[in-house]
């Protein structure tokens, strides 16, 4: 069966980087759309970043725009989230997700996400 592991997570004060990484197995990462999104505690999650198969097309949340970078190796099979200049808003567990309807809209609907991972926590102190 399909399984995405993240890591990467772990604690930072305000203004530091993070890179989550997301390891697919059994799994034509090519021929998705990946995700990430975020959970905030007691919240619905919210979508942070994707990018499309093929042109590697890619679309932000408004709330990351311009300090976050999603990036692929289809290679590898691995998904990548650069988090640059991180502020406490940005503590949540971080999901890695997939799913075959590769241009369906909108791009970030969590509902039509297949595949998830476990999760990595990200913790901002101020």
Known sequence: QVQLVEIGGGSVETGGSL???????????????????RQYAGKKRE??????????????????????????????????????RLSPEDTAIYYCAATPHRYF???????LYEYWGQGTQVTVSS
């Open 19 to 37: 890179r989550l990484s997301c390891t697919a197995s059994r799994f034509t990462m090519s021929k998705h759309r990946m995700a990430w999104f």
């Open 47 to 84: 979508g942070v970043a994707v990018i499309y198969p093929g042109s590697s097309a890619t679309y932000y949340a408004d709330s990351v725009k311009g300090r976050v970078t999603i990036a692929k190796d289809d290679a590898l099979n691995i998904l990548y989230l650069q988090m640059d």
């Open 105 to 111: 809209p909108p791009a970030l609907e969590s509902n």
